[in-house]
């Protein structure tokens, strides 16, 4: 298990790929749920990463899984912090690099500086 304080969880590979790729935070693990979970999937993820007794962050797409995701994981995670993305992104893989760089960084989130030029 990862021993940081946040967790960000994402949907799928390709987001957490992007994110990494902005994000300088080493006080964030991404966890990657590769789609919606189980009942079962889900209790694992919150017991194998402590979830319960750490900051969360769900960041999921706009689309329906995704919304069915984060209704999920916020029925568990009661205390977990929701960020969005404009839906005319529909996908955070899909959302400009600026976008999601600022997005980032207003959920206190260290981001790279050359991600927030241009915005």
Not at 6 to 25: A, F, Y
Not at 68 to 78: D, I
Not at 93 to 116: F, R
Request: charged fraction near 35%; glycine fraction near 4%; aromatic fraction near 8%.
């Amino acid at each position: 298990m990862d021993e940081t304080s946040r967790v960000l969880i994402v949907e799928g590979k390709q987001d957490r790929k992007k994110i990494q790729k902005i994000l300088d935070d080493e006080d964030v693990f991404i966890l990657c749920t590769f789609g919606t979970l189980g009942i079962d999937a889900l209790e694992h993820l919150v017991d194998d990463y402590h979830l319960f007794d750490r900051d969360v962050y769900i960041f999921t797409d706009t689309d329906e899984p995704g919304e069915k995701l984060r209704k999920m994981l916020n029925r568990e995670l009661s205390h977990a912090r929701n960020i969005y993305i404009d839906k005319k992104y529909r996908e955070v893989e899909d959302t400009p690099e600026p976008v999601l760089a600022s997005i980032l960084q207003a959920a206190n989130m260290k981001v790279k500086v050359e991600y927030l030029k241009g915005f």
